[in-house]
T-cell receptor
């Protein structure tokens, strides 16, 4: 059974204070690891897909990296508008319907 | 583009009532999904569909039914609502096909359902 564990559950930062969120996964044949951002009262918004160990993707203050066991979402000099819940999900190679298994998310709060 | 549209946004039901949550997408995606999200529990897959007329169960299908008569629409039916079905429900869609093997899922903004 695929498992995705995100840590920490919640993270509070000061504006400009860089940090990282962790996503550890156990999956038989990783086909893709996905990061989403979810704002209160909204649906998840797609950020990145990572496919293989060593891959990195960047978008503004966010950088996602992938190893064979975990992914990190690095947030550099965060701003209050980066406050959201960040979700990680994995897709297995032999999966009907391209299904995803989600972690429980990390709730990030950035104070001004 | 509207993307994935869910209606209603909020609903309160009494125990034992039935209702249908509507989901429609205008991106010509062939795959569609229904999830529920409980506080601190992440997203759990209820049902999914790989095309019109084809549906299958996810992790937590009990108490729900779906149908897919068109590419655009994927309604979720609750029969005999129970308090355990109080949750936020999200619909998502994605495209899978030749040369598009690993597309992300795109989500609607959810239906918040309370059963009292």
């Amino acid at each position: 059974e695929d498992q995705v564990t995100q840590s920490p559950e919640a993270l509070r930062l000061q504006e400009g204070e860089s940090s990282s969120l962790n996503c550890s996964y156990t999956v038989s044949g990783l086909r893709g690891l996905f990061w989403y951002r979810q704002d209160p009262g909204k649906g998840p918004e797609f950020l990145f897909t990572l496919y293989s160990a060593g891959e990195e993707k960047e978008k503004e203050r966010l950088k996602a990296t992938l190893t064979k066991k975990e992914s990190f979402l690095h947030i550099t000099a965060p701003k209050p508008e980066d406050s959201a819940t960040y979700l990680c999900a994995v897709r297995r190679t032999e999966t009907s319907g391209s299904r995803l298994t989600f972690g429980e998310g990390t709730q990030l709060t950035v104070n001004p | 583009n509207a993307g994935v549209t869910q209606t209603p946004k909020f609903r309160i039901l009494k125990i034992g009532q039935s209702m249908t949550l509507q989901c429609t997408q205008d991106m010509n995606h062939n795959y569609m999904y229904w999830y529920r999200q409980d506080p601190g529990m992440g997203l759990k897959l209820i049902y999914y569909s790989v095309g019109a007329g084809i549906t299958d169960k996810g992790e937590v299908p009990n108490g729900y039914n779906v149908s897919r008569s068109t590419t655009e629409d994927f309604p979720l039916r609750l029969e005999l609502a129970a308090p355990s079905q109080t949750s936020v429900y999200f619909c998502a869609s994605s495209y899978a096909g030749q040369g598009y093997s690993n597309q992300p899922q795109h989500f609607g903004d959810g239906t918040r359902l309370s059963i009292l």
